[in-house]
């Protein structure tokens, strides 16, 4: 039962445009949202979070855009850089509740997508 | 500063071995994670620490045993694991109350002989 699904396994895009990165989810008590970003044999790194309280959140070159109606979500990454070429996470969280989990967030990730930034 | 820091980072041991893996934070966060990920799959949640307590065991095999020794630390006890328990484990750790963001090391890929 994949809770959070990322349709796409792989994505190319060219240096300069804008890569977009699609996140689907289908608890409907998911609150909060994140993407992590993860290069071979190292931990993920997180890059940017939304909460279900906002449909837009911006940091530099990345966005996501949350729509809770249709429980989508997606990162827009503009202009790519080859950098950016890396294995893309979206996580989702339930509201955060105490005492039953304490300070502990439970993260539930996406099957991942590989994006290739190409010059 | 958003480092997690785990040894060793690669680790090679037998089915009848014992061993164990380190996590060290001192971003004064007050939950810490273990995951495990196999190739192209998400990471899998297997236990969370919070206030040095365990509060989460997402029925993991007793052959893994966390501990807690301080908040600053985490290990994972291994032993006699087996060759489908070989991935990369992943340390992660969170600030408190409210705060969804989990910071993650750089992993240890064990290999099981």
């Known amino acids: 039962d994949q809770q959070v699904k990322q349709n796409s396994p792989s994505l190319s895009v060219q240096e300069g445009r804008i890569s977009i990165l699609n996140c689907d989810y289908t608890?409907?008590?998911?609150?909060?949202f994140l993407w992590y970003k993860k290069y071979p044999a190292e931990g993920p790194t997180f890059l940017i979070s939304?909460?279900?309280?906002?449909d837009k959140n911006e940091d530099g070159r990345f966005t996501v855009f949350l729509n809770k109606s249709a429980k989508h979500l997606s990162l827009h990454i503009v202009p790519s850089q080859p950098g950016d070429s890396a294995v893309y996470f979206c996580?989702?969280?339930?509201?955060?509740?105490?005492?039953?989990?304490?300070?502990?967030?439970?993260?539930?990730f996406g099957t991942g997508t590989r994006l290739q930034v190409t010059l | 500063d958003t480092e997690v820091t785990q040894t060793p980072k690669h680790l090679v041991m037998g089915m009848t071995n014992k061993k164990s893996l380190k996590c060290e934070q001192h971003?004064?966060?007050?939950?810490m994670y273990w995951y495990k990920q196999k190739a192209k799959k998400p990471p899998e949640l297997m236990f969370v620490?919070?206030?040095?307590?365990?509060?989460i065991n997402e029925s993991v095999p007793s052959r893994f045993s966390p501990e807690c020794p301080n908040s600053s630390l985490l290990n994972l006890h291994l032993h006699a694991l087996q060759p489908e328990d070989s991935a990369l484990y992943l340390c992660?750790?969170?600030?408190?109350?409210?705060?969804?963001?989990?910071?993650f090391g750089p992993g240890t890929r064990l290999t099981v002989t």
């Open positions: 992660a750790s969170s600030q408190g109350p409210g705060q969804y963001e989990q910071y």
């Open positions: 608890n409907s008590m998911f609150d909060y």
């Open positions: 939304i909460s279900s309280i906002k």
């Open positions: 996580a989702a969280s339930p509201r955060f509740e105490r005492p039953a989990t304490g300070t502990a967030s439970k993260l539930t």
């Open positions: 971003m004064g966060h007050r939950a």
């Open positions: 620490y919070s206030y040095e307590k365990l509060s």
